[in-house]
């Protein structure tokens, strides 16, 4: 498998990524969206934020995995509040679609009554999957519950729900890198794609 360099990916926009991405596993092509530049501005922008608002307090991260894990392990670094972080897994996608129902595969361990809690999401799209996050989250008696995406797709929402801090709205379809993935592929790009064409390994 020849290996993907960012560069290259820049410099064309758009690639294949049958061989340098993913071998046999299928067909994606990719168009840049936000690069690594663009990304680092946005995130410590909302660090800045959360810092400020939650000044003199503790926090409890929720990180919603696995799209989070990169941009709160970015996010985390830059705070100046003390935190302490935990993971939940949630599971409703496969492929590019929602199956709209959502189920814990992964609870947090964390004592949640009585604290300051934020959710941690790589990015907001129908908002079922949150809903369902936050009712369970609010059921254990928080001080409070606020939520954090690095990507808001507004234009999508089935569900009336909002994000407290946000660092990309965007209108972009299926995106890919920077920990978000299409079927376990493209985490480790280190800047977000869209997903401009995709062939399945089973077609």
Same mark, same amino acid.
């Given at each position: 498998?020849?290996p993907i360099h960012l560069s290259d990916i /820049? ?21 840049? =969206?936000?690069t690594k530049e663009k990304i680092a501005s ?22 919603? =995995?696995?799209? *989070? ?34 189920? +814990?595969?992964?609870?947090?361990? *964390? ?11 790589? +990015? ?25 995406? =690095? ?10 729900? /909002?994000?407290?801090? *946000? ?23 280190? *800047? ?9 390994? /089973?077609?």
């Amino acid at each position: 498998m020849t290996p993907i360099h960012l560069s290259d990916i /820049e410099q064309n926009r758009v690639i294949s990524s049958s061989v340098r991405l993913h071998g046999e596993d299928g067909n994606i092509q990719l168009r840049l =969206l936000y690069t690594k530049e663009k990304i680092a501005s946005s995130v410590k922008r909302l660090a800045e934020e959360i810092s400020r608002d939650y000044s003199g307090k503790e926090l409890l991260l929720v990180v919603v =995995l696995k799209g *989070a894990f990169v941009f709160a392990a970015d996010l985390v670094r830059m705070l100046t509040v003390p935190v302490e972080v935990d993971f939940v897994k949630l599971k409703s996608y496969q492929g590019k679609e929602s199956s709209g129902r959502v189920i +814990i595969t992964r609870d947090l361990e *964390a004592c949640v009554e009585g604290r300051h809690l934020l959710v941690v999401e790589d +990015i907001i799209d129908t908002g079922i999957s949150l809903e369902f996050l936050n009712r369970h989250l609010s059921d254990r008696g928080p001080r409070s519950l606020r939520v954090c995406t =690095l990507i808001d797709k507004v234009e999508r929402r089935k569900i009336a729900i /909002e994000a407290d801090y *946000a660092g990309i709205v965007s209108k972009g379809g299926f995106l890919v890198g920077y920990g978000l993935d299409l079927d376990e592929s493209c985490r480790e790009l280190d *800047a977000i794609y869209e997903v401009t064409e995709y062939l399945s390994p /089973e077609v």
